[in-house]
T-cell receptor, first 115, second 109 residues
């Protein structure tokens, strides 16, 4: 009964490099959400995807950030030309349905450090 | 707009009780509660829905006052395992949750 899986767990990138974060939702879940968490802060919504569709990316910076959830394979959050301010923990969550009355299950997160 | 949680932190001895509050300035459809231990993923605790329905699987109770747009999480007879940061996530009738800044709970033996 695998939960939400994310990899890598830790990622170090130099300024200007690209970061790719992967998320495999729980079995039977077709709704994926990405959140960013800064130290000592809450979770900030970034993007909501279903298979092959971006439903809401209102929380994602317009530049350098992109997300996808292909028909086959994990969801990917891609950050191009990373800057120090991108350092954070990035959590992926999945749910069975995309409404507020269903729980979201979180993965262990990817901790991105930009040097 | 993110909900406001209070208190920011609380220290308890095993067996003591505590209440964590979550307030929103907007009308709510649902309130989700999660607990996160340091360096780990947030773990789902409970959902409270407008109309009184609750979904949860922990021995932790909560209430949802729709008129006041508030929710409270009750930690009763606290155990060491209750330590962590508790987040409330508030939502309208969709997927988008706004999370509070968290309440750090420390339970000591």
């Amino acid at each position: 009964n695998a939960g939400v899986m994310q990899n890598p767990r830790h990622l170090v990138r130099r300024r200007g490099q690209e970061a790719r974060l992967r998320c495999s939702p729980m079995k039977g879940h077709s709704h994926v959400y990405w959140y960013r968490q800064l130290p000592e802060e809450g979770l900030k919504f970034m993007v909501y995807l279903q298979k092959e569709n971006i439903i809401d990316e209102s929380g994602m910076p317009k530049e350098r950030f992109s997300a996808e959830f292909p028909k086959e394979g994990p969801s990917i959050l891609r950050i191009q030309q990373v800057v120090r301010g991108d350092s954070a923990a990035y959590f992926c969550a999945s749910s069975r349905h995309g409404t507020g009355d269903y729980e979201q299950y979180f993965g262990p997160g990817t901790r991105l450090t930009v040097t | 707009q993110q909900p406001v949680q209070s208190p920011q932190a609380v220290i308890l001895r095993e067996g003591e009780d505590a209440v964590i509050n979550c307030s929103s300035s907007k009308a709510l459809y649902s309130v989700h509660w999660y607990r996160q231990k340091h360096g780990e993923a947030p773990v789902f605790l409970m959902i409270l829905l407008k109309g009184g329905e609750q979904k949860g699987h922990e021995k932790i109770s909560a209430s949802f006052n729709e008129k006041k747009q508030q929710s409270s999480l009750y930690l009763t007879a606290s155990q060491l395992s209750y330590s962590g940061t508790y987040f409330c996530g508030t939502g309208k009738n969709d997927y988008k949750l706004s999370f509070g800044a968290g309440t750090t709970v420390t339970v000591r033996a």
